[in-house]
Each structure stands twice: as structure tokens, then as C-alpha cells.
């Protein structure tokens, strides 16, 4: 991903930490330090601690965080009141009451509805009617239920009581609920609509809560528009922006959005005034690191604090202390400024807002593969889970800082100290989940991805069963299928020998079920002469002899690039080392002209306008577990495969549903 010099670029001789600070110094910046460094020397700098309280109306404190002990300023009930329809009296009067000996009290003229005051005392041998939540008048001391009650006609009118009352029996006394003076609710507390049902009780229409930090999101970067717009040729959606904003607000925040800097310096440092002047903490993304248009750290003067931490992603986060007030600036990579926003940023603001910390949870998981590692820096790898026979199967991402779907789509994410340079297929690993406890998904599928797939799995969360999906290529699901990591493994692997497609893979405790039929092909930009109206056998062949005509190659282990060296047969034609991992890639290559062939499928051919010569009609099948075959949710993905509405919906995409696998 970056072509600086790495510490283990260094001599080995040396001693790691030498080779750190070397590496460090070539690299120019301030000084790398460790992880727990940086956090120190944030924690030196600025108090952790809530920011000062405002009042907001009752009907505005939701969600925010009770900055003071809130005393109720009234009683709930606010005076002794009625629990149900019937009469108030003295329970002395009642004493004896049975069937055989009914006792007789005459009623008082009044009847207290709810909010009507009581005007006649309740005297020794009298009754007066009321509502459920009406006002115990003076006198009684306990009320009888209707039902427990014969009214006699006269005048005045009585009611014969069959059985007697306790003192006390059916009344809610004032104060019973919430007493005035009460503290209600306590400081740190998170408002939801509970606390405000009971504030609204306690009488309070002003509540005190910790001002929100008040947090300025920049981007910086020339290729940047924002989300939505056309895409000029090299421009990239600032993506940073929005996650940051909303991760803002999810810790407690608020987010005030600066829009998109171009790397200028002037303008640049205007911004990070106005800045500073709005809010309590800025945080910048990209332009933290080296190249020319690397700004942002430089306007910052003497306010460093950290500028290099041996971290990855996050190496170049830089931060500062300016006018009082905590500056981040995060690396420009997405899955870097996300992740060292959420490590340094995220406690910091959490605190301003009064907020706990996070309250983080691991599990402990299987690595599914080897990985590398850089030494000298500790490594966080986003990993998706999945569930195996044994126990939690952890799947790298693989997408690196520069991914937008690395931090957004893991399930969590696991360290390789810095002195590893990797860790093994089989480790066990405990991996930090993000995003809430994960549930796990009804389905595990890992292999190869096709936008076919996509279309039955929607059918079936329509359903309510959650698939998760891991795109790791057809050979990779395969070897995952064998381990029982997955409940199947989607794949078109061609068998040269044989020329057919995924059988001849089959493994014991394997079973493959047939899925559909995509068209692969020759993609190029229309109009190419040295390809339209052309066989496509004829065309690769033409193609591989001109050294003109770059080529842009797939990964080995995908089942295209299979197709196309069986094609080949040993030539390595121009472009034959650039090697994208997906259809889209190759298809976005060609056209835009960094490449004038490659081969991919016809779906995706026609989705970016390219022609195509049809090569091989290949199969994508699913590899299915034995073991996994009986769970329900594989049982419903059979069914929903075989059903009229996933045919209809792989026919649209141009899939036609094979008979048979083979
Ligand atoms: N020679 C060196 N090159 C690099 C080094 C190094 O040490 N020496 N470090 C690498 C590492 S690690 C990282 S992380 C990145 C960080 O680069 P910057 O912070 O300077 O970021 P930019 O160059 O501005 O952008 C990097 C990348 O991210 C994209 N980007 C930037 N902002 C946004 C945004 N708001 N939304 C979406 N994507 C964004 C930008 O287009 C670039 O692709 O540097 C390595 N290089
Ligand atoms: O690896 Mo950089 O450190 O991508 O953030």
C-alpha cells in the first residue's frame, strides 16, 4: 500500500526500537510512537472530562446525558388519589361488614370525577363516590370497589357494604410514585423516552445535561467531491466526512461540517481558525503524511503533540493541541481514519459528552488464513466470523487502510503485536467486535461472489434469514467448504483436463449443488476494431501477439483467470502482470483505457457499456457442507434457489439456471 521505508527494511542488526526510530526519521515524522504513547500524551493534554451543563426543554433532552442530579419539583401522585371506581370511606365503618351483616352508609352529595376537588368531608358513617384517579376527600381513609357494593334508594341514597376494607385499601398516596425533592434521575444518566415519562411526572419542563462537544469534520483533498455528484476523471466521494459526522453523533457529538478543503495551505488554515473557533474538537482526514499536497499536519505549528504512531492502519494520525482545543488529524484511507478516530478520538469525545467509556466486547476465534504482518508496527486486522463445527472462524478482510468496507462490513477486529511479522492459519485470535454484538449470521457463505448471488440472498432476507456473504474466491471457499467453515462455497472452477467445471473438485463430505450458468467473455471498448465482429477464441489469440494491445489479467485462484491461461497456453501477453481481483476491475480498466482487453462476464460487460465476445459458458455451483446440509437455513436457500422468483431475478441479470451441475 505505501512504499516507504518499513522497519524491517532496515538492517537487521540493529535493534528493534533503533530500527524503528530510523525508519521514523526517514520517513519525517515527528517521532512514531507506540499506540499507548499517543493515547498518554492525548490524556496529558486535554481533560477527560463533561463539558459544562445547559438546559434543554423536556421534549429536547432525548438521548443527550444528564449533567447533574435532577430533583423531582413535584410529588407523583400529587395528592392521595383513587386506584379504582368506587366508594371513599372511613375502613372503621367497615368492620364486620359480611353477606349476613351488610354495613349501611349514607352517600354525601358529591361525586368525585378525576380534577374535581372535593367539597364534603367524609364523616363517620358516610360514603362519597369516586373515579378511578380522583381526589381522596377529607375524612376517608380507604375506598371500597363498586362491584363490592349494592346501592339502596332513598334520600339521601346509601350502599350496603358485603365485605370490609382495610385503611389505606385501594388509595395511591401522594408522593408514592416520585416524592418532590427526590432525585430522579442521576448525572451520566442517557436520556431515552423512559427517563422522559418520568421527568414529565416529576414536573420538570427544563432539563440539565452536558452541552454536546461541538466536533468540526474537514476533508482535505483535491480528488474529493462530495457524495452523489458526478466523478471527473480521478475524483473520489469523501466518504470520510459522513462516517466521521455520524460517528460523531453516535458518540455523543455534535457534528458541524466544514465541507472539503482543497491541500492549500492558506485556505487550509483559514478553515482550521473558523474551526476552532465553532467547535470544542476538529477532526481532519487526509493529508497527514508525506506527498506534496500533504498539508494539514504543517498548519498545525508548534501544536503537535503526536505526529507517527506504529499502528497500522493508522501510522501518519497526527494530533495537536491548538488554541486549547484537540486537533485530529486522521490519515486520508477510509479504513485508517475511521479506525484511529474510533481509538483516540472516540474516548475523548465520549468524555466531553459525559458519556461512559465504550463498553467493548471480544470473542475468541480460529484464524481462517496466514497473514503477514509489518514488524515494528502492531497490526489491526478487520476480520469477518464465521461459525465452524469447533468454534468462531475469523476471515481477514484483506482490503487494506484504503478500503471503505474494510472497517464497515467487519464484524471486528483483531491485533498482531508489533514484534510479529504475522500470524497463522489456525491461531486463535480474539477478535474486538464492533458494531454492536454481532449476531451471527443463519447462513455462512464463503467463495467466489457473482451479483447473481446477491439477488437470491435478498430473496431470501425477504424471508428473515440473514446471510453473510465472504468473497475470498472460488479455491478459498473451497478449502473452507473442506474445513466445515462455511454451509457452502460458491465456485466456477474449470477443470482443464476434463473441461468441466467444479465436479472434478469435489471432496469427500462435499456435495455440489447446481447453481447457474454465467456467459465469460472477451470485454473491450466498442468500437475496437482489433476485437468487434471478432471470434472470441480468435480475438485472444490475435490479442496475446500484439504487444500493443495491454491486457489486464485477473488473480490466480479465480476461476477466470483459469479460463483464460487454459486460453493462453503458456503466453504471457502485454499487461499480463496486472492482476484486479474483480470483473469490475477489469471491466473499469478497459474502459478507461488503462487496458484494451481483459475477460469477465457478460453482466458486467453491459453494465459498463463494453463489447463482448462470448467465450465459455461457465458454471457457478455451490460446494455444500454434508455436515451443515440438514440446518434449516441451508435447507431454505435450496428452496428459495429452486423458486420461480430467484429464476426470474438471475434471468434478468442474464443467469440462466443450469438443469444439472456438471
Ligand atoms: N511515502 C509514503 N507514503 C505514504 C505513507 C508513508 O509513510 N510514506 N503512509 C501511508 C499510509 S500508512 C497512509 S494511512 C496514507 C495516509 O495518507 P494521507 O493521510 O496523507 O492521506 P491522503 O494522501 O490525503 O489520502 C490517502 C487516500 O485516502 C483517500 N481519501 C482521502 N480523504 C478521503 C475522504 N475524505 N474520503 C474518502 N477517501 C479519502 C485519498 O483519495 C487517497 O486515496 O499514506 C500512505 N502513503
Ligand atoms: O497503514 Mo496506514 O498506517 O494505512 O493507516
Not at 13 to 25: G, H, K, Q, S, V
Not at 285 to 294: E, P, R, V
Request: aromatic share 4%; glycine share 12%.
Amino acid at each position: 500500500m505505501s512504499d516507504h521505508p518499513s522497519p524491517s527494511a532496515l538492517p537487521l542488526a540493529l535493534p528493534l526500537a533503533e530500527r524503528i526510530r530510523r525508519a521514523a526519521r526517514q520517513e519525517q515524522f515527528l517521532e512514531v510512537v507506540s499506540a499507548g504513547e499517543a493515547m498518554r500524551r492525548l490524556r496529558d493534554a486535554f481533560p477527560f472530562a463533561a463539558l459544562p451543563a445547559e438546559e434543554v426543554p423536556l421534549a429536547a433532552a432525548l438521548g443527550r446525558v444528564i449533567a447533574r442530579p435532577v430533583a423531582a419539583a413535584s410529588d407523583a401522585p400529587p395528592f392521595d388519589r383513587s386506584g379504582v371506581d368506587g366508594f371513599a370511606l372511613r375502613a372503621a365503618d367497615t368492620a364486620g361488614a359480611a353477606e349476613a351483616t351488610p354495613r349501611r352508609l349514607l352517600l354525601n352529595a358529591e361525586l368525585l370525577a378525576c380534577g374535581v376537588a372535593p367539597g364534603i368531608e367524609v364523616t363517620p358513617g358516610t360514603a362519597t363516590a369516586i373515579a378511578t384517579g380522583g381526589v381522596i376527600p377529607r375524612g376517608a381513609d380507604a375506598v371500597v370497589m363498586i362491584e363490592h357494593t349494592e346501592l339502596e334508594a332513598g334520600d339521601p341514597p346509601a350502599i350496603l357494604l358485603s365485605r370490609p376494607a382495610a385503611p389505606g385499601a385501594f388509595i395511591g398516596f401522594a408522593g408514592s410514585d416520585i416524592a418532590k425533592g427526590e432525585t430522579v434521575l442521576r448525572a451520566g444518566v442517557v436520556v431515552t423516552s423512559r427517563e422522559i415519562g418520568m421527568l414529565a411526572a416529576a414536573g420538570i419542563a427544563a432539563v440539565p445535561v452536558v452541552r454536546r462537544p461541538r466536533v468540526a469534520v474537514i476533508s482535505t483533498g483535491d480528488e474529493l467531491v462530495p457524495p452523489g455528484t458526478p466523478l471527473p476523471p480521478g475524483a473520489i466521494p469523501d466518504s470520510n466526512a459522513a462516517i466521521l459526522a455520524a460517528a460523531v453523533t453516535e458518540n455523543g457529538g455534535e457534528a458541524l461540517p466544514f465541507g472539503i478543503l482543497r491541500d492549500e495551505e492558506a485556505a487550509l488554515a483559514a478553515a482550521l481558525r473558523r474551526a476552532l473557533d465553532a467547535a470544542d474538537v476538529v477532526v481532519m482526514s487526509g493529508g497527514t503524511s508525506k506527498g506534496a499536497g500533504d498539508v494539514s499536519h504543517r498548519i498545525l505549528g508548534d501544536g503537535v503533540i503526536v505526529h507517527g504512531v506504529a499502528l497500522k492502519p493508522g501510522k501518519p494520525l497526527c494530533i495537536a493541541a491548538v488554541a486549547g482545543r484537540p486537533v485530529f488529524v486522521l490519515p486520508g484511507f477510509p479504513t485508517s481514519a475511521v479506525f484511529t478516530f474510533h481509538q483516540f478520538a472516540v474516548p475523548l469525545i465520549r468524555a466531553m459528552a459525559g458519556l461512559p467509556a465504550r463498553e467493548d466486547s471480544d470473542v475468541e476465534a480460529k484464524l481462517a488464513v496466514r497473514l503477514p504482518s509489518e514488524l515494528g508496527r502492531e497490526e489491526y486486522v478487520m476480520a469477518s466470523l464465521a461459525e465452524a463445527a469447533d468454534g468462531l472462524v475469523a476471515w481477514p478482510l484483506g482490503k487494506g487502510s484504503g478500503s471503505v468496507t474494510a472497517f464497515s462490513s467487519a464484524d471486528g477486529f483483531f491485533a498482531i503485536p508489533a514484534l510479529d511479522q504475522g500470524a497463522e492459519a489456525g491461531q486463535a485470535v480474539r477478535l474486538r467486535l464492533i458494531g454492536g454484538a454481532s449476531r451471527l449470521p443463519d447462513l455462512t457463505i464463503i467463495g467466489s461472489h457473482c451479483v447473481g448471488l446477491d439477488a437470491v440472498l435478498d430473496l431470501l432476507a425477504a424471508e428473515g434469514l440473514r446471510a453473510r456473504s465472504l468473497a475470498v474466491g472460488s479455491l478459498g471457499g473451497l478449502a473452507a467448504a473442506r474445513r466445515g467453515e462455511c454451509d457452502l462455497a460458491p465456485a466456477h472452477l474449470l477443470d482443464a483436463k476434463t473441461g468441466a467445471y467444479n465436479t472434478p473438485f469435489l471432496a469427500p463430505g462435499l456435495r455440489l449443488v447446481p447453481g447457474w450458468r454465467r456467459l465469460q467473455g472477451v470485454v473491450f471498448r466498442p468500437g475496437d476494431g482489433r476485437f468487434a465482429g471478432q471470434d472470441g477464441r480468435a480475438a485472444v489469440a490475435a490479442a496475446a501477439a500484439d504487444p500493443r494491445c495491454l491486457l489486464v489479467n485477473r488473480n490466480a485462484g479465480s476461476g477466470t483467470r483459469i479460463l483464460l491461461d487454459g486460453l493462453l497456453a503458456g503466453v504471457k501477453p502485454a499487461g499480463y502482470a496486472n492482476q484486479p481481483k474483480s470483473h469490475n476491475a477489469v471491466a473499469a480498466a478497459v474502459a478507461q483505457g488503462r487496458a484494451d482487453w481483459g475477460v469477465a462476464i457478460e453482466g458486467v460487460a453491459r453494465a459498463y457499456g463494453l463489447g463482448f465476445l462470448p467465450l465459455a459458458d461457465e458454471h457457478y455451483d455451490f460446494f455444500l457442507a454434508e455436515a451443515r446440509a440438514d440446518r434449516a437455513a441451508v435447507a431454505a436457500f435450496l428452496r428459495v434457489l429452486e423458486s420461480a422468483e430467484s429464476r426470474a431475478a438471475l434471468a434478468a441479470l442474464g443467469f440462466a439456471r443450469a438443469a444439472t451441475g456438471a
